[in-house]
Structure formats: structure tokens, C-alpha cells
């Protein structure tokens, strides 16, 4: 069963708010539908709170402050387990997002498409979590992209290699491509296997095909304009901060699937030192956006990112568009999100191009205490990712209540806390700045430059301890590991200029 499948939704009575709250438009500050939910007993409650925003008075109570409209609590217990166990599944639970079996890992998504009425995701997956030794590829379904449903493992690992990162061709039979990581040497080839109808098998590997070498890895395969196109990483090594090795991709091509031929090599566009991985592309028509999860590994630290750049992919390489941002642009502007790919558009029920990533970073996921001892976090919430001028959009792609919404501006800012962990996300003039501070986690702090920035409704989604935000197209994700209430603030920051 997928994390979280068993749960019920439960609700926090309505309680007078500790600060007078001022509610000068009408749309500042909705929460969640106020449905009813089952009750448990000894749930803890999830506190939202409107900071003083202008001089309009209270409406209401003469006291200065007004109820808050019931919301729903995203913190689960089970009585029926032992104390302890029931402590730590009441903090970290997870009701929409695909996640690890209790006590193992998941990272990278590799593969999202849809058959037979259901969404199926296939992710790394290891058994022996924390330690990353034994890799292979899992499998979950879902009706909606959010209810998961874990289906066991479709590719493990054997005695001699690992399964890294792939991709999908949904076409016809659905067949997986990916890298095979040689414990010895260490050595990267890339392979395919055909999956099977039931999704939970794939007949016999074949391979090695294409492109092989030391750091030869994360596959992604599409269309060409005659045939297939692979687009593969060559990362810098993870001691880059000895060598300096750049990172590129290399482009190959195939008349049929098997037989692959080196077209080109992209990039770098990144320093010396910082690992390209997971490439993937997006195909808009008028504009294909390249889209590339980085590692900086210029200091023995792992600051992860995803980042892409429009232009248009050639057999001579990747033509960036004119004017654009040589160092790219964020797809998420959060501490974690990684590993970023699209969705197999072949049989996809809409025409949407959907993106979905591994909602932790290289830091976050050994440090963070994640559900039931699920190592390396969970998947984000899928999200639709549309053009928008000269710029991506992200909106979420479930039909699902956030947690809060609130009105963002110049100026204004959203606070969530638990604990005494917080993420603080803000708007300056053309830029927005996120904030972490959370014990034992790396402290984060970025000032990200947009496209002008104007006010709009924001929409705020908590589950576990996985913050999600999406505002103007923009979307943050950051993981808030803590205990006790969640605690969520709307409000004005003074307007600072950013370097």
C-alpha cells in the first residue's frame, strides 16, 4: 500500500486566535474546505494565523480577535500502535505524495505515465536505507496522482550492479532505459527492458547500448526528427573538489532502440565542479525547455537544484534562445527538489505536460528523520509545467484543497513552522527570497530572480513534513522535519533591496 493510503483526514476544532487578526480583504487568508473528517483522539492541531496586515480593524469580536475557520490536520496517528511508533507516524505522516516502505529509500523518479485507468510511477529504490549500496527501480500506481499504492519492486539489483536513473518510451510496448552502475571499477553502461503488461515485471535486459564510461549515466530518450534521440549526463565526478572536472551531456541517436550512434556534445554551462544529472526534455512546440538537476560540488558539501534553459534541441546540440539566462532558471526555488522529469506524453489523458521530482536534496535526505524511518524523502507533488512568455509555470496537478491560501505581493511573505523548524518564503522587488532553519539541517537561503512580480493568490500545501508552495508559476518545496502544531503565518515583510 502506498504511504499514507490508510489514513484518514482529521480536523482541528476552531479556536480563538492568540493575536488580534485583521482581515482587510475579503480573500487574504482561506483555508481548506471545512468538510467533516473522522476525529482521533490525541491528534495535534494545526494552527493557521493572519499577521497584522494594514489598519482595518477586527471584524467581529469586540476583543480583537475572531475564530478561525477549522483545518485540516495533516499529522496522523494509530492508537492501536505502541506509543512510540504512534508518536512518530502522528509527526510524519504522508496522505498525497508517493513515498518508501517503512524503514526504506526512494529517490530519483525515472518514469510517469499513465495505462489500464491508473498513473504509474517507477523510482530508485533502495532496500538497505540509509546506506545507498543496492539500488534498483520501485513501483507505485495511483487513480489520481494522489492516492499511491506501492506495487512492489520491478528492477533490483544483483550481486555485481546497481540500477541508476532512466527514462521511459511509452510508445506501443513501454520500455524502461537505464543505467547499470558497475560496483567495480566503477563503470556506467546504459540498458533497456521492454516492461511487461502487468507493470510489476520487465522481461530480459539487453544491453549495454550507447554510451558507456566512468560517470555515463541517467538516460532520457525521445522522438528525433528521424528516429530516437538519447540525451545522457557526464557529470564531474563526486570529488569534483579536487579535480575540477566540468560536466556536459552527450547526444546520441537510433533508427530503432537498439542501435545508437554519438551525435553531439552539450554544454557545460556550469562552473567547473558542479554535476549535471537527470537531463530531460520538454517539447512546447514553438520552444523546448532542457531541463538539468545540479549538484555543486565545488566544496565537500551537496547544494542540489534543478534548473533548465529554452532553445532547441538539434543533432548539432542545444541552441539556446536569445536572451535567455546563460546559467538557466529555476524549475523550483526550494531546498529540495531534484531529479525533475516530465511525464511520458504517449496515452497521457490530457495534453498537459506534467513534472514530478524527488522532494528531498543529497543534504536533506541522510539528515531529515523522515517517516517511519522512510529514508531519502518522498516524491513531490506532481505538477503541470506550462510556457509562459519567456519563463516556465508550475501549478499543481491534483485536484486536492491546499492546506491555506493567502494573497502574495512586493512585500508580503508566508511563514510555516513546526517545532522549532521554519520555512519563510517572500517577495521582493523581481525576486523571492526562501528561508530554512531547521536543527540539524543545513541552514538555506536563497534570493532567486523572476520575472516581475506581481500580487496573486497563493496556495499552500502541507503534508508530513513536506511544504509545498505555488504562486505566479512559481513553486517552492522544502522539507520541516519537527514536532508538534504547525504553525502557518500570512504577512508583510519590509521591502529590503537584494544583491
Not at 329 to 337: A, I, T
Not at 404 to 427: H, I, K, P, Y
Request: net charge positive; with cysteine; hydrophobic share 40%.
Amino acid at each position: 500500500m502506498g504511504a499514507g493510503g490508510h489514513e484518514q483526514g482529521v480536523r482541528a476544532r476552531p479556536r480563538a486566535a492568540r493575536h488580534p487578526v485583521q482581515h482587510d480583504r475579503a480573500d487574504l487568508h482561506r483555508n481548506a474546505d471545512d468538510a467533516p473528517f473522522p476525529r482521533r483522539r490525541g491528534v495535534p492541531r494545526v494552527r493557521a494565523r493572519q499577521d497584522q496586515i494594514g489598519a482595518a480593524g477586527n471584524r467581529g469580536r469586540s476583543d480583537g480577535c475572531n475564530r478561525l475557520p477549522r483545518l485540516r490536520c495533516l499529522i496522523h496517528g494509530d492508537r492501536d500502535q505502541p506509543r512510540r511508533r504512534r508518536r512518530l507516524d502522528r509527526r510524519l505522516s504522508y496522505r498525497f505524495h508517493a513515498a518508501a516502505l517503512p524503514g526504506e529509500w526512494i529517490n530519483d523518479p525515472n518514469a510517469l505515465f499513465f495505462a489500464d485507468g491508473r498513473y504509474h510511477l517507477y523510482v530508485q529504490h533502495a532496500a538497505d536505507a540509509p546506506e545507498f549500496k543496492a539500488v534498483g527501480w520501485a513501483h507505485l500506481s495511483s487513480p489520481d496522482l494522489m492516492d499511491w499504492r506501492w506495487e512492489g519492486v520491478v528492477m533490483p539489483p544483483d550481486e555485481r550492479a546497481s540500477i541508476y536513473s532512466g527514462s521511459i518510451v511509452a510508445a506501443q510496448s513501454p520500455r524502461l532505459f537505464f543505467t547499470r552502475h558497475e560496483r567495480e571499477g566503477p563503470w556506467q553502461t546504459q540498458h533497456s527492458a521492454v516492461l511487461r503488461p502487468d507493470g510489476r515485471s520487465v522481461g530480459a535486459p539487453s544491453g549495454p547500448i550507447g554510451p558507456a564510461g566512468r560517470n555515463m549515466r541517467d538516460p532520457f530518450v525521445f522522438r528525433g526528427p528521424d528516429g530516437w534521440r538519447m540525451l545522457v549526463a557526464r557529470p564531474c565526478d563526486w570529488t569534483a573538489w579536487r579535480d575540477d572536472s566540468p560536466s556536459v551531456l552527450e547526444l546520441w541517436g537510433s533508427p530503432d532502440l537498439d542501435r545508437w550512434e554519438r551525435l553531439a556534445t552539450i554544454g557545460s554551462w556550469s562552473p567547473p565542479g558542479v554535476m549535471w544529472e537527470v537531463p530531460a526534455l520538454l517539447d512546447f512546440g514553438s520552444v523546448q525547455a532542457l531541463i538539468l538537476s545540479l549538484v555543486d560540488r565545488r566544496a565537500d558539501t551537496a547544494e542540489c537544484e534543478v534548473r533548465y534553459w529554452l532553445g532547441r534541441m538539434t543533432d548539432l546540440g542545444f541552441a539556446q534562445a536569445p536572451n535567455f539566462p546563460p546559467d538557466g532558471v529555476l524549475l523550483d526555488h526550494g531546498p529540495d527538489f531534484y531529479a525533475a522529469i516530465p511525464n511520458a506524453a504517449e496515452g497521457w489523458p490530457t495534453p498537459d505536460r506534467v513534472v514530478v521530482g524527488w522532494a528531498s536534496n543529497w543534504r536533506t535526505a541522510r539528515l531529515a528523520p523522515w517517516p517511519d524511518a522512510r529514508g531519502g524523502g518522498p516524491i513531490a507533488m506532481p505538477r503541470h509545467v506550462e510556457l509562459a512568455g519567456d519563463r516556465l509555470a508550475s501549478r499543481p496537478a491534483i485536484s486536492r484543497e491546499p492546506t491555506s491560501r493567502g494573497f502574495l505581493a512586493t512585500g508580503g511573505r508566508v511563514q510555516v513552522s513546526r517545532g522549532d523548524s521554519t520555512v519563510e518564503v517572500s517577495v521582493a522587488d523581481r525576486h523571492v527570497v526562501v528561508r530554512r532553519v531547521a536543527p540539524g539541517l543545513p541552514r538555506f537561503e536563497r534570493a532567486a530572480a523572476t520575472a516581475p512580480t506581481r500580487g496573486g493568490e497563493a496556495l499552500l500545501f502541507i503534508d508530513g513534513p513536506l511544504v509545498e508552495l505555488f504562486w505566479n508559476g512559481i513553486a517552492v518545496t522544502a522539507a520541516i522535519p519537527g514536532d508538534g502544531d504547525v504553525r502557518i503565518a500570512w504577512g508583510l515583510v519590509k521591502a529590503a533591496a537584494v544583491d
